[in-house]
């Protein structure tokens, strides 16, 4: 969630697609490659969870008399797994966030996942409504994320109420931006000066019709945003990048700093006294809404084994000791209530993190959505830097709404 990057080159994908077949000195007959088809599960996820998931894939092979190969994506996952799809190289099961639902569904890249009544119910709710799509699940999610305040407590030792106190406090902000903007990081300052990206239907579903870039609401919410950059209150700079935000922090050049539970190993490296409050909205406004994300397993559409597939992710992701063992990889709030429970104790981070997403909403997993990042974030970095908020966010809206239609 730090940077998010859409494009590869041809040589990364077919490099990758390559890798995802594996290679072998002698090239199998049709009657091996049907074979080792039907008794092989490839899975793909990102190091950290490929690591992690490891052992669980070699006990779900031995007990189902299977092979199961995990291979490490690092870079542009989605891309990488649509284009291996399409080739008809791609995994059985691939990992990654809840936003690429759209996409995927769109790319024919995934297919539902058929969860019983319980495993539903040991399942946070807002996780659940994350990887629901056109009224269908489309992965079984296993941890959630948002960004919170994380505030250094010697140099700030109160969570302020409001945007305005954290400006009276005159103690640096790290809230990532850099020369082209950063919409996920903004999002709970852009929806509590009433702004919002789409609108809903009746159903609670994300409305693409509905754009919210460009209208009053946007203006009136960069204005707010504008009076905090670097001609007005200097609270947000794009000297702050996604790249220096947590470094910045942690070397105590800033007091606060918003970012996610991928953060907090850092922090507590450079041995940093901190800790965890919601962010802060306008006063009067409405609440701080951050996004809500959720890391998923799916069931890719062109995968050799399907029913291997679904086996592994209805009935193994959903069991307590993966769960945990993901979050031992990367500390991130399970969204197995059982897996929850269990770590909760010993982290009080996660509790923390939870409060501060109270209010927050699912990232939009529409394929429209891909049109917000680039323009919204330009015009973010503009108006912080100086733009007329008006002008500037009326004209990223025409381009989204271009892009969309």
């Excluded at 594996?22 to 007959?29: A, I, L, Q």
């Excluded at 990887?131 to 999610?141: E, K, L």
């Excluded at 409050?277 to 809500?292: E, K």
Aim: proline share 7%.
């Amino acid at each position: 969630m730090r940077i998010r990057a859409v494009g590869i080159t041809a040589a990364l994908i077919a490099a990758i697609a390559v890798a995802g077949c594996g290679s072998d000195d002698k090239s199998p007959t049709v009657t091996e490659s049907a074979a080792q088809a039907q008794g092989e599960l490839v899975i793909w996820a990102d190091d950290k969870r490929a690591a992690a998931l490891k052992p669980f894939a070699d006990k779900f092979g031995s007990e189902n008399g299977v092979t199961v190969k995990v291979q490490a994506i690092s870079k542009d996952q989605q891309t990488t797994f649509v284009t291996a799809s399409q080739q008809g190289s791609g995994p059985d099961v691939m990992v990654g966030a809840h936003d690429w639902i759209g996409n995927l569904v769109q790319n024919g890249a995934v297919d539902p996942v058929q969860l019983s009544a319980e495993q539903t119910s040991g399942l946070n709710p807002n996780a659940l409504k994350a990887v629901t799509f056109n009224g269908q699940t489309y992965g079984v999610p296993y941890a959630m994320e948002n960004v919170a305040l994380i505030r250094n407590t010697e140099l700030a030792p109160e969570a302020p109420a409001t945007i305005e106190a954290l400006v009276t406090a005159k103690k640096p902000l790290c809230l990532q931006i850099g020369q082209n903007g950063d919409a996920y990081h903004l999002y709970p300052l852009y929806s509590s000066a009433g702004g919002y990206l789409f609108g809903t239907t009746g159903s609670g579903d994300y409305d693409p019709k509905d754009l919210g870039v460009g209208k009053p609401s946007s203006v009136q919410a960069f204005q707010k945003i504008a009076k905090l950059g670097e001609k007005g209150d200097g609270l947000l700079k794009r000297s702050i990048t996604p790249e220096n935000s947590i470094a910045t922090f942690t070397s105590k050049k800033c007091a606060y700093l918003v970012s996610g539970p991928w953060a907090i190993t850092d922090v507590k490296k450079a041995g940093i006294k901190y800790d965890i409050s919601p962010v802060p909205g306008f006063q009067g406004g409405q609440p701080a809404r951050p996004f809500l994300g959720v890391q998923t397993f799916y069931v890719a559409s062109k995968g050799k084994n399907k029913a291997l597939a679904q086996e592994f992710v209805t009935n193994y992701v959903t069991t307590p000791e993966l769960a945990v063992a993901l979050y031992e990889a990367e500390p991130r709030p399970p969204a197995l209530t059982a897996a929850f429970d269990q770590v909760k104790g010993t982290d009080p981070d996660l509790e923390k993190f939870i409060a501060a997403g109270r209010d927050g909403v699912p990232l939009p997993a529409i394929p429209e959505m891909a049109a917000i990042w680039d323009p919204f974030g330009k015009a973010e970095a503009a108006v912080v830097g100086g733009a007329d908020p008006a002008k500037t966010i009326t004209a990223a809206g025409k381009t989204i709404s271009a892009q969309i239609k």
